[in-house]
């Protein structure tokens, strides 16, 4: 498993969102003895798309394009990884009474972030949030989530597709993920235009 600090390299700073994501992927690689996914061996289905997924990608491996992670854009802080290896999976849930957001850092940050905040507000922000991400750090993973059975089976592994061309625009679409329509293929835009 890759480091928080290839995690903040490859995120563009620490926040509190990268180290649960680190965390997520730290607890996950100790339940399921997992290690950098080279290919599809780690799969990972998360139920947000937010900083904490950067952490996952870059820890574990687990990208789009490889087709071993899945986003869910549900805002839940809950992240499913599987073991290909082994066929172990765990589901991981974020408790939210362990690292409770500071009442301070929150209106702080709705202010700077709506443009009314000053400078100096901007920095005391920032002070705020790395604050709160160096707790996050210090928790053990373990407190930070609950461990739960997986709700679904591990995903597929990742197809690939040969290219073929819509006969409606003229652009490349994969085969398998466009339509036939008498005989000739178009892609999900231009279907859905009809």
Same mark, same amino acid.
């Given at each position: 498993?890759?480091?928080?600090?290839?995690?903040?390299?490859?995120?563009?700073?620490?926040?509190?969102?990268?180290?649960?994501?680190?965390?997520?992927?730290?607890?996950?690689?100790?339940?399921?003895?997992?290690?950098?996914?080279?290919?599809?061996?780690?799969?990972?289905?998360?139920?947000?798309?937010?900083?904490?997924?950067?952490?996952?990608?870059?820890?574990?491996?687990?990208?789009?394009?490889?087709?071993?992670?899945?986003?869910?854009?549900?805002?839940?802080?809950?992240?499913?990884?599987?073991?290909?290896?082994?066929?172990?999976?765990?589901?991981?849930?974020?408790? @939210?009474?362990?690292?409770?957001?500071?009442?301070?850092?929150?209106?702080?940050?709705?202010?700077?972030?709506?443009?009314?905040?000053?400078?100096?507000?901007?920095?005391?922000?920032?002070?705020?949030?790395?604050?709160?991400?160096?707790?996050?750090?210090?928790?053990?993973?373990?407190?930070?989530?609950?461990?739960?059975?997986?709700?679904?089976?591990? @995903?597929?592994?990742?197809?690939?597709?040969?290219?073929?061309?819509?006969?409606?625009?003229?652009?490349?679409?994969?085969?398998?993920?466009?339509?036939?329509?008498?005989?000739?293929?178009?892609?999900?835009?231009?279907?859905?235009?009809?």
């Amino acid at each position: 498993m890759k480091s928080y600090e290839d995690a903040i390299a490859f995120h563009g700073h620490s926040c509190g969102g990268l180290a649960m994501g680190y965390k997520a992927a730290e607890l996950a690689a100790e339940l399921l003895d997992l290690s950098f996914s080279e290919d599809e061996e780690v799969v990972c289905v998360t139920e947000t798309d937010s900083c904490t997924v950067d952490a996952i990608q870059v820890t574990l491996g687990c990208t789009a394009g490889k087709g071993n992670l899945f986003v869910n854009k549900w805002g839940k802080n809950a992240f499913s990884f599987y073991n290909r290896k082994t066929g172990k999976s765990v589901r991981l849930v974020a408790n @939210p009474d362990v690292a409770p957001m500071n009442t301070e850092l929150v209106e702080l940050r709705a202010k700077v972030f709506s443009g009314k905040g000053t400078p100096e507000d901007a920095e005391h922000l920032h002070e705020l949030m790395h604050k709160y991400t160096d707790a996050i750090m210090a928790i053990p993973a373990k407190k930070l989530f609950t461990v739960k059975e997986t709700k679904a089976l591990v @995903p597929e592994k990742a197809r690939i597709f040969d290219n073929v061309v819509c006969s409606v625009c003229g652009e490349q679409v994969a085969e398998g993920l466009c339509e036939k329509v008498d005989g000739k293929y178009v892609c999900t835009p231009c279907a859905r235009k009809k």
